[in-house]
């Protein structure tokens, strides 16, 4: 009678398929045999206990991909005590640990790790032995979805489907599957460092060829880019400040009587007075291009600032019509 | 292949990344596509598996590497070692970055997302793009050509889709009706407004709100306490403020939409509601919200302008000027002109409209898809812990531009005019810094309100009663006006070592922060290389902490004669393991 022990990493549990068809191998396998399932946190936290020297086989399933696989020293000896001489452990095993593996006192034969008879005893060969390592390589090959990567996910879809409505369905079970992997009750293990990717190696894994670049920047001779870059050296802010500047005294130059300078002072002294501005047919014509007999008038200096020219002294100030007042509280606040 | 199976999510700390990911949205309108957005932290993540068939993520890098807010706990999901190969292998994505190659971590954000998509199983619907700001094309230059991609994938896909109309407006997302059931509220709702629960919401009072630069200042930098229950919070974390219009600014609104101003009190039907931090207010009419989630006082973007033009009656020749000129404003065209009415001189989107009043008539329906939503502001914790009272320190922003009305910050106008006994609503975030182990000396570099860190730090180990060893590089315009210091800490500690730098006052001996810090480099250099101190800068963004860092690396390379690169690489190597702290905003 042989013991074996099935362990499951959290992921596989939720795929009852998967977990079918390993038991179905298994029984495929032994004719004689006890069955144990356990999920490895359970175990390697200590929630469950394992019994020394304990089990014929051990199979381990985990659908991570293959660089995820990593065990730690401690587990390595915990699945070696728990073996029985000659006991195999099978299943998803790391491939670039079988120094630790070794050195736990394992041997590794075809990525199987056996646990070895004592040295006194190996002269006592047994044949029986032989039967599950004759069945090795069937065992990889039913499996071989669950041990390559991409994990086992999809391995429902491994079979062609016969009929849509099966397809239907095990899209349906698939999405369920992965539905599980978005459940906001995480246990306290997902929280562990050692249970999230580092996200600075994604950095040196990222592909950088093909990437969308814009075409050329072609600006038209002799404009300048009219926006200054954030932390600007050139002097382009500046410029731009000063421009601002510079329309606020233009504007000032039109509303002369309310406000003589852009100072706070000024501004207070406006707020007192609820400015008021009554563009006359005078006014307009020594700065409004749009009064006829003008030359160069555009037109749209009324209109307001999304239709007024580079430059236009009126830039900044609400649209109007001549003879129209114009409410610099406007908005029912404070200028 | 449905045609609710394009989701497209954004990580955004600015609105720059969630502008282009809403403009993006509105493109595959006009094809007849249909897609949901939303940001990256927000979107329920089992729609990846059941609703969605294409994926397109646009994300920004912030600070040193890092990924915007709204996009960490996505971040968080992906990086699950046990998640496997082919979990999303029914998705076609394709993604955009945006950064700022002057940074060394160029668009680490979106890098690592599109990788571990991959990994994940994600095939290729369109090539990816790393938009560079600083780039003489700028991000626009990127997002054209990568949209353009985006779109001829995605129609091969569905090949019997046909352009819409140009005329015709796509669907609203958060379709907003008025109700035909409920009682009209009476329009003065501020002494009894009521917020769906969060339960992340703190809620407390106003206890001071001090101005503590002097009045002649050019700066009005406020002191703001707040009492509240059960808080708890450490150095370095910070807290959101939740602040909301103007009444006359509300009110200004619906007087140019009058078809509005009938029904603002009437109760609000929203479909597909979208998620608002902080709750969504209960008694919901127009008027609400507008007042406490819509926010009319930012600057319009194209994706505004793109679905504006089209409530733009053009049955007059000045209606079809204006349409023709909203419509520009909404295109790649002339970029140019769009960001010098809009961006430059700060015009408000409240402004813009009020400009455009003559022809526009903007449906309800429309609302929560044109004006985007108030966001939360984020402040830096200035006291000690405390279970019942938080405080922080804000700078009032206030400025001029070409536009005559004052420029001023939503929320600091907010702030400015609470009084003592206001009821504001807030929410505490934890932050990565600590301060605290092994207590070594700490070099805190802070520039203006970047003060506020560190004061939290600073009375902690204070009150810790510790040897724990401070030095604090201050720096402000002048000595006798905002010098914040000042009001912090009268007393001397033996352990607490400030070094002022007033950059306004004629002769003092440090101007600015770097000056105070390379003239003490022997003293930095054998804190930094001998006794394991950890650096904490914090201030405005920009040239600040990249001329900090420098400076540290040139005492570096002074005090030890190294190469410039050695010490830079040992400045990098501290940033990665948490003992150099950057908080700019």
Redo the contacts between chains.
Sequence with gaps: MSRILLLL???VVTDQHLVESIKQDIKLKHENFTLEQQIIDRVTRGEVELFRDSYNEIRYIN???PE?LEMPLSLIQLFYNVLQSDGKLYGDLPKDQDLDVLLTGFVIEDGVWIKPRPVETVLLKKKSTGEAKKKLPSFKKLNAAVTS??????DGLSSPPTEEDEEVSIKRKL?QT??S??SDDDSDS?NDV????D??E??T???MD????????E?PNGKR???A???CTCGLKEL?EEE?DT??TL?DSILGKMAQS?TMEA?KIEERLKAKVQFREEDLSEIDFTVQGKTGGCGSCS?????RC?GCPY?????FKPGEVVT?D?????? | MGQGDITILYGSETGNAEEYARYLKHTLGTYRLKSTLSSLDEFPLKKLITDTAFLIIICSTTGQGELPRNAKKFMKFILKRKLPNDLFQHLYLTTFGLGDSSYSKFNYAIKKIHTRMTQLGCQELSPRSEADEVSPEGVDGFYVEWEAQVVQSLLKFFPNTTKLEEASVPMPQFKVTISNHGIETNGDVASQVKFSEDDSINIGTVVENKRITSQDHFQDVRDFKIKSEDLQYLPGDTISLYPCNHDQDVEALLEVQPHWAQIADRPLLIKNAPHIEGGIVKNLTLRTLLKYHLDIMSIPRRSFFALLWHFCDSSTEDGQREQEKLKEFGSFEEPEDLYDYANRPRRSILETILEFQNNLVIPIAYILDLFPLIKPRFFSIASRPSASEVEIIVAIVEYKTIIRRIRRGLCTRWLKSLQPGDEIRFSIQKSSFSYSENKPPIIMVAPGTGIAPMKSVIDEVLHENTEQELYLFFGCRFQEKDHLTESFWQAEYPNLHIFNCFSRDKGYKYKYVQDGLFDQYKLIGKLILEENAKIFVCGSSGKMPQQVKITFSEILKKYNSITIEEAQRYILQMEDNGRYKEDAW
Aim: aromatic share 8%; charged share 30%.
């Design positions: 990493h959290p992921t659908p991570n991909s995820y990567s991409p994990p086992e996910l999809t999405d992965k539905l992997y978005f997902d050692d249970s999230f990717i996200e600075n994604l950095i894994q990222t592909k093909g990437l969308i670049i814009p075409k050329k920047c600006l880019r009219k926006k870059c954030k932390d731009e601002a329309q606020r504007q852009a501004i209109l307001g600032d999304a239709f580079d830039l900044g100030l609400p649209p610099l406007g908005f029912g606040e404070d200028i």
